[in-house]
């Protein structure tokens, strides 16, 4: 994917940019509800605003993903709700 690419080359504002686009979609696509997809993206968000040294959001978006995948998976262990805590 797009922001993947640019955070391996190093891009992260890029990165940054193309992630938020496709987290948009996905609030888009399922009307805000909750779903795994929003998720993953707000997790990928929070690694990447890591890497670039801005912690708070890092944590903001790791928070906001591990909260989603909690909601949807009822607190049931799940592997997106596992990734979502090692963020």
């Known amino acids: 994917n797009m922001g993947g690419v640019h955070y391996y080359i190093g891009n992260y504002v890029e ?3 193309y992630l938020n686009i496709v ?5 888009q696509i399922y009307n805000d509800r909750p779903c795994s997809n929003s998720a993953n993206s707000l997790m990928n968000l929070g ?3 890591s ?3 801005h912690h ?3 944590m903001r978006c790791c928070t906001a993903s591990l909260e989603m995948n909690r909601e949807i998976y009822s607190d049931r262990p799940h592997p997106n709700t596992a990734l979502s805590w090692v963020c």
């Not at 987290?23 to 609030?27: E, I, N, Q, T, V």
């Open 15 to 17: 990165a940054i940019q």
């Open 56 to 58: 708070n959001e890092a």
């Open 23 to 27: 987290l948009g979609m996905w609030r």
């Open 47 to 49: 690694i990447v605003w």
């Open 51 to 53: 890497k670039m040294g």
